[in-house]
């Protein structure tokens, strides 16, 4: 049963006593999952087609409440470098991926979603690019899987298989990039960013958590690569996913773009990377406020304040420059929402 307040780790490797380790784990991967049921056989399923003996996989589960403590159980006795960690108390999937971070023994880090899966020798292939590159991280393609339909989503990097310096794949402000691709586990990462301090989300965000995520990983890191390797199939439009959720949870995305704007004001090079920064925390607004319908009333009204305050937080000069080179439509809902009367008393 989940209990409160904090969260506990219980962690429990194949069923008994940690056995000696002989080999160094050159890779963790890190699954949290909450009430999957439906699809957590398929994703552990796709883990047991990727191991090797200096693999590790951290599952997490988030304190589900339906069958996916049982099904993990099976997987710990059954998947090859299975480490099972239970939360006592539902953090979110930032917090979930922290546990793992902080429970990873390998030299390189990746992630997967507990509904989401790999093409069979995936990961070999993705520690085989990084270690040939040599770089801090590496972006991947992905394949998006809705129903029975199929697309291939590309890191909008277009020099592929060359060290990159992150901090120049944050621009150009107008057009998609690689802080635009912010799905963690469409990459891997070398265990240096964490010892940094860099690999860590914010805990307790229950959406946009990759945001402040992968600003911070392109202005710390030192070096990073895009390749074309196809493995990940990301399941969009699950009904459980809190994307598909219209309650209070989904507006923690002003939590995580105030930090982004927080963090880059505060960045050596703030004057010309902010005009991104800003731009992109618009646009996501926008885009929410465009589909306000289904959220419950109370929540689309606070959205409404919410996201007014947070346009007001902004840098005006740079938040003007940002309204003039959107289009008019986008341009008018947000200068509208701007000059909404400040309400007393909300918070996010």
Not at 3 to 16: C, E, L, Y
Not at 318 to 344: C, H, Y
Request: hydrophobic share 40%.
């Amino acid at each position: 049963m989940c209990r409160s307040p904090g969260i506990k780790q219980v962690v429990k490797t194949n069923g008994g006593p940690r056995p000696t380790v002989l080999h160094v784990v050159k890779l963790s991967v890190i699954v949290p999952f909450y009430n999957v049921q439906q699809y957590a056989p398929d994703t552990l399923r796709s883990l047991k087609s990727n191991a090797r003996e200096d693999f590790e996989f951290i599952l997490v589960d988030d304190c589900s409440r339906d069958g996916t403590p049982e099904i993990l159980a099976r997987a710990e006795r059954e998947l090859p470098g299975a480490v099972l960690v239970r939360h006592e108390q539902n953090g979110g999937l930032a917090t979930a991926r922290n546990t793992g971070i902080d429970r990873a023994r390998g030299t390189y880090l990746t992630f997967l979603d507990g509904d989401d899966w790999l093409a069979p020798g995936y990961l070999p292939k993705l520690l085989a690019s990084i270690e040939e590159l040599g770089c801090d991280f590496l972006r991947t393609d992905h394949v998006q899987c809705t129903a029975r339909s199929r697309s291939v989503h590309r890191v909008p990097v277009g020099r592929r298989n060359t060290v990159l310096n992150p901090r120049e794949a944050i621009l150009p402000a107008d057009r998609s990039t690689s802080v635009d691709y912010a799905y963690a586990w469409a990459g891997v990462y070398h265990r240096r960013l964490v010892d940094r301090g860099v690999l860590h989300f914010t805990d307790g965000l229950r959406t946009a958590e990759d945001r402040p995520w992968i600003w911070k990983l392109h202005r710390e890191a030192e070096s990073f690569a895009a390749v074309s390797l196809l493995g990940v199939f990301y399941r969009r439009g699950v009904a459980s996913s809190l994307t598909q959720i219209g309650d209070v949870r989904q507006l923690d995305f002003i939590r995580a773009f105030d930090q982004v704007i927080a963090e880059t004001a505060a960045d050596r090079e703030a004057g010309v990377l902010l005009p991104k920064a800003v731009r992109t925390y618009c646009a996501i607004i926008s885009h929410h406020l465009g589909s306000i319908e289904r959220f419950e009333p109370a929540v689309a009204k606070k959205l409404k304040s919410l996201s007014a305050a947070a346009l007001r937080r902004m840098p005006q000069d740079v938040l003007d420059e940002a309204l003039d080179s959107m289009d008019v439509q986008r341009a008018t809902r947000l200068r509208r929402l701007r000059r909404r009367p400040a309400a007393a008393g909300v918070a996010a």
